[in-house]
């Protein structure tokens, strides 16, 4: 398990705050205003450990890694043409979406045109 350090709890509380699925650079931009000696390789560090701890989640879309505080199994709609990324719950109670030979899935990246987009292309 990884030390609660100041930086730990500094970079969680920033993630726990966000909806916009950050990457580990805004994530630092963020944090290095609260502690400005702060060094983006510990930014990084922190988070890949609490990923590596399936204390916050990780994925990657458009070759860049981004992170969520919501820890709870749910679907990532992302944009194609913007880069939005949106959360999306399963229904209440669904932990995921379990096929027939038992296999759930509780972590699902979804690409397509966000509705903002769709608009600006009409």
Do not use: W
Not at 4 to 30: C, F, G, I, N, W
Not at 46 to 71: C, P, V, W, Y
């Amino acid at each position: 398990m990884q030390r609660r350090t100041v930086q730990h709890e500094t970079v969680l509380q920033d993630l726990k705050k966000r909806h916009d699925h950050p990457t580990a650079e805004m994530v630092y931009d963020s944090v290095s205003k609260t502690i400005p000696d702060i060094s983006l390789a510990t930014v990084y560090r922190n988070l890949k450990n609490m990923a590596d701890e399936d204390e916050i989640l990780s994925f990657t879309q458009n070759g860049r890694e981004h992170f969520d505080a919501i820890n709870v199994p749910h679907m990532h709609v992302c944009c194609r043409n913007c880069g939005k990324i949106e959360d999306v719950f399963f229904p209440d109670g669904e932990e995921g979406l379990e096929f027939n030979d038992g296999f759930r899935v509780d972590n699902v990246i979804v690409q397509g045109i966000c509705s903002d987009c769709r608009k600006k292309m009409q």
